[in-house]
């Protein structure tokens, strides 16, 4: 069982020993310099390998197994980065009119509280009171809370719809069960897929349940211009992640293209700004450069 350093969701746990499972299908995991070659060497993408390095992180660490760390990163790029795909309102708010009412409510709080899809499925009907959602989130040292309001509009739809007189328990339940979030993860797509199809709209395939918090974020700073703010709403420890997808959209345009350029690549940084790109922010292993498409 995995230790709570940071105390762990149930969800989190079960991704870690199904990775897990994987990797021991392969290698003895007590193993830790065939581990780290086979992860290093994987046919697979980055995050991929992260996904695996992670867990099997965690379990060298109850294990007391000492990892060589070089090996284990060695096949991987310096940092998995990528920038955020931020639809317009316009489909965000399709796909929400396109959805029964049960998950209309579920992808209405995701846009107006920017909560991830495990801190939504862990909220209790405690959580909620009068305007206000108290979200937890597991961090090192303990869990660490932030509080967003939400309208009156969307929290008589909450009571109504989602809680039905309930007093404990979890606050999004289906059939009694509480919410999973395989069971959001295929409403998303069934949803973004009808909307393709009745509005010919392409852009709403690129929509996924992360995608809610990128566009609460984005239009947070676009109302305040407070960067701290967004941060502390996003339950962000580092200001530069949110700095990625706060500051990438151009509110004046619906489109813009962006790409994440490698630092140590200054010719093409440099070649870019010449053809009107613009360095939206930096990080230890990429530059984020941004251009608005007319």
């Not at 998995?80 to 965000?92: R, T």
């Not at 979200?135 to 008589?156: F, H, N, W, Y």
């Not at 959001?184 to 199809?197: C, D, H, M, N, P």
Request: net charge positive; with cysteine.
């Amino acid at each position: 069982m995995l230790r709570a350093d940071p105390p762990y969701s149930k969800y989190t746990i079960d991704a870690y020993v199904k990775n897990l499972l994987y990797i021991n299908n392969y290698i003895d995991l007590d193993n830790a310099n065939l581990v780290c070659d086979f992860i290093r060497t994987k046919n697979t993408g980055d995050l991929r390998k992260m996904t695996l390095q992670n867990a099997y992180s965690i379990y060298c660490k109850i294990q007391n197994i000492q990892r060589p760390k070089q090996k284990l990163h060695g096949g991987l790029k310096k940092r998995y980065e990528k920038v955020p795909e931020i639809p317009s309102e316009d489909v965000i708010n399709k796909i929400i009119d396109n959805a029964n009412v049960f998950y209309a409510v579920i992808f209405e709080f995701f846009r107006d509280t920017g909560c991830r899809t495990i801190e939504l499925i862990e909220l209790n009907v405690e959580d909620l009171k009068n305007n206000v959602v108290t979200i937890k989130t597991a961090k090192a040292g303990g869990l660490s809370t932030r509080q967003v309001k939400i309208s009156d509009k969307l929290l008589e739809k909450v009571n109504r719809i989602i809680v039905k007189g309930r007093t404990t328990g979890p606050l999004f339940m289906r059939n009694d069960q509480p919410l999973k979030a395989n069971r959001l993860r295929k409403a998303i797509v069934k949803y973004r897929k009808k909307v393709v199809e009745k509005y010919n709209l392409s852009e709403a395939n690129k929509v996924h349940l992360h995608t809610f918090r990128h566009f609460y974020a984005s239009r947070l700073y676009r109302e305040t211009k407070d960067l701290v703010l967004v941060k502390t709403q996003l339950g962000h420890r580092n200001i530069k992640n949110t700095e990625i997808y706060t500051h990438i959209i151009n509110f004046d345009s619906n489109r813009f293209e962006a790409k994440a350029i490698a630092i140590e690549k200054v010719d093409e940084i440099c070649k870019m700004l010449t053809e009107g790109w613009n360095v939206v922010t930096t990080t230890q292993a990429n530059v984020f450069m941004r251009k608005n498409i007319y």
